[in-house]
């Protein structure tokens, strides 16, 4: 089983920026892609960025040129660095990873989900 946990969301002013975090834990084997996604009440999860384990990035128009993903060393960790965020981008940001565990059983895990809320 692998795990997800999520932080850094919080209330910014237009403008501003967040950065989030995502450390996945557990019986990982390989890790194909790491990436983020965001819903808001009543509509569809979106969408926003995949890492892919080769280093290929690939971001939804809304939010090309303002957001960043990257990875840490530990290369179970993504970041999310969000500038120039806009009340738009007001959503609960959900970290999705898939791969491989260590039995060789596929996972596309979900964190919790941390809360982006931009004021206008």
């Known amino acids: 089983q692998v795990q997800l946990v999520e932080s850094g969301g919080g209330l910014v002013q237009a403008g501003g920026s967040l950065r989030l975090s995502c450390a996945a834990s557990?019986?990982?084997?390989?890790?194909?892609?790491m990436g983020w996604y965001r819903q808001v009440p009543g509509k569809q999860r979106e969408y926003v960025v995949e890492?892919?384990?080769?280093?290929?990035?690939n971001y939804a128009d809304s939010v090309k040129g303002r957001f960043t993903i990257s990875r840490a060393n530990a290369k179970n960790t993504v970041y999310l660095q969000m500038n120039s965020l806009k009340p738009e981008d007001t959503a609960v940001y959900y970290c999705?990873?898939?791969?491989?565990?260590?039995?060789?059983?596929?996972?596309?895990?979900w964190g919790q989900g941390t809360q982006v809320t931009v004021s206008s």
């Open positions: 890492l892919t384990s080769g280093g290929s990035t």
């Open positions: 557990g019986s990982i084997y390989t890790m194909n892609a």
């Open positions: 999705n990873a898939v791969g491989k565990t260590a039995t060789m059983t596929t996972f596309s895990s």
